[in-house]
């Protein structure tokens, strides 16, 4: 169990639609990061809040947006859904950006868009 | 930016035997983390092994270690007495020293034969 909670773990949808979802970060952790993998594919960064503070974006669509609220828990919006945003959504934690630690990541959100 | 190429997509080793992962990346930093992540069927991502870029001895971790060669930017992943349990994918990952976002290459698929 590597401490950082992701919700739902499966979500299916349709194209068009909005969905949101959740990361609680380890006990501790401040830094939260956003990745989708494909099938088959590769990790793909989207962003990274610090504390409440967005530290880095990746290859995030204007659809998509996410934030980090005062008790660290983050959120990813997806919005207008498609069917290529049918992936896996993986948050990770790690204490602190200038630190030597790795992430931990959660179990994932599968979504599926119909 | 960093990249981190993992030139072999797929890979199979006996049971029993050793297997070397390959991984090569890019940076202009002197002082960076990098790290081997394993996705096995369940797609949970498990933090393999780590090295610090300052550090010059090759990091271990069981029959799991690492041959860092920091001149040619190449991080191989090696496991000895290979076991079954050890199907998955595996992410090579680069972090700089700000933290502020994580590379990870595309994997490689590594098949343990009984």
């Known amino acids: 169990d590597s401490g950082v909670t992701q919700t739902p773990k499966h979500l299916i949808t349709a194209t068009g639609q909005r969905v949101t979802l959740r990361c609680s970060p380890r006990s501790g952790d401040l830094s939260v990061y956003w990745y989708q993998q494909s099938l088959d594919q590769g990790l793909q960064f989207l962003i990274h809040y610090y504390n409440g503070e967005e530290r880095a974006k990746g290859n995030i669509l204007e659809r998509f947006s996410a934030q980090q609220f005062p008790d660290l828990h983050s959120e990813l919006n997806l919005s207008s859904l498609e069917l290529g945003d049918s992936a896996l959504y993986f948050c990770?934690?790690?204490?602190?950006?200038?630190?030597?630690?790795?992430?931990?990541f959660g179990d994932g959100t599968r979504l599926s868009i119909l | 930016a960093q990249t981190v190429t993992q030139s072999q997509p797929e890979m199979s080793v006996q049971e029993a035997e050793t297997v070397t992962l390959s991984c090569t990346y890019d940076t202009s930093e002197n002082n960076y983390y990098l790290f081997w992540y394993k996705q096995p069927p369940s797609r949970q991502m498990i933090l393999v092994i780590r090295?610090?870029?300052?550090?010059?001895q090759n990091a271990t971790e069981n029959r799991f270690s690492v041959n860092f060669q920091k001149a040619a930017k190449s991080f191989s992943l090696k496991i000895s007495d290979s076991q079954l349990g050890d199907t998955a994918m595996y992410f090579c990952a680069f972090r700089s020293n700000t933290g502020n976002q994580f590379y990870f290459g595309t994997g490689t698929s590594l098949t343990v034969i009984p």
């Open positions: 990770a934690s790690s204490p602190s950006p200038g630190q030597n630690q790795p992430q931990h």
């Open positions: 090295q610090e870029a300052y550090k010059q």
